[in-house]
C-alpha cells in the first residue's frame, strides 16, 4: 500500500462548509462543530495502518484541545463499496472501540474530502476562530510506528498555538498515510 504526503497547505484557506450523517445517526455541520477558538478536521479511516498507529493519541489530543475551545471532528471519505472495512457500520464501531470523544462523519459523496483536497488518512486540517487554515501538518513523527513517549505533539501544539494567538508555527512538516480510496468516475 503506497503512503502520500499532504501537499503544503493553502493557508488562510476557509473551511468549505458541509453538513453530514454522525456516527450516532444525526446530521452535523460545520457550523455546528466549529470551536470557539479552532476547529480541528481531520479526515481519517477505519482500516488505514497509519490511523490505527495514531488514533489514540488522536483522541488524547482531541479531549486536551477540546479545554482549549478547539473542536475536532473526523470524517471517512472512503469509497465503502471496494473497502467495505470503512462502511458506516464499522465507522459506528471503529467509534466506540476508539472512545471518540469527537465526531465522526461520513462522506459518502466525497464531495467534503474534494473541497478541502484531503489526499490520505490521516489528513489534518487545524483552522482558527474564524474558520482559516493555519496548520495542515502531522500528528507527530511517529508515522505508521507506535508513537514514541518523547514524541514532540506537533498538531497538538499548532493547534493550542492558533487557540492562543491565532496562528501555528511556519514550520509544518507534511502528513503521510495512506490514500483516500476514491470511487470510480
Not at 33 to 58: E, M, Q, S, W
Request: aromatic share 8%.
Amino acid at each position: 500500500m503506497p503512503s502520500l504526503t499532504t501537499p503544503p497547505g493553502e493557508l488562510g484557506f476557509i473551511a468549505p462548509s458541509f453538513t453530514l450523517k454522525d456516527v450516532d445517526g444525526g446530521m452535523k455541520s460545520l457550523a455546528d462543530l466549529a470551536g470557539p477558538n479552532g476547529t480541528l478536521v481531520a479526515f481519517i479511516c477505519n482500516h488505514c495502518p497509519y490511523v490505527k498507529a495514531i488514533i489514540d493519541r488522536l483522541v488524547r489530543d482531541a479531549a486536551e484541545l477540546k479545554g482549549l475551545g478547539v473542536n475536532t471532528v473526523a470524517i471517512c471519505s472512503n469509497d465503502a463499496v471496494h473497502y467495505p472495512d470503512d462502511d458506516f457500520p464499522s465507522m459506528q464501531r471503529f467509534a466506540e472501540q476508539h472512545r471518540l470523544g469527537f465526531p465522526y462523519l461520513h462522506d459518502e459523496s466525497q464531495d467534503v474530502a474534494r473541497a478541502y483536497g484531503a489526499v490520505c488518512t490521516p489528513d489534518f486540517f487545524g483552522f482558527d476562530k474564524e474558520l482559516k487554515l493555519r496548520y495542515r501538518g502531522r500528528l507527530d513523527s511517529s508515522g505508521r510506528q507506535a508513537g514514541a513517549p518523547d514524541a514532540k505533539r506537533e498538531l497538538f501544539l499548532a493547534m493550542q498555538q492558533v487557540a492562543e494567538t491565532g496562528q501555528a508555527p511556519a514550520e509544518q512538516v507534511p502528513s503521510m498515510g495512506c490514500s483516500i480510496k476514491w470511487k470510480e468516475a
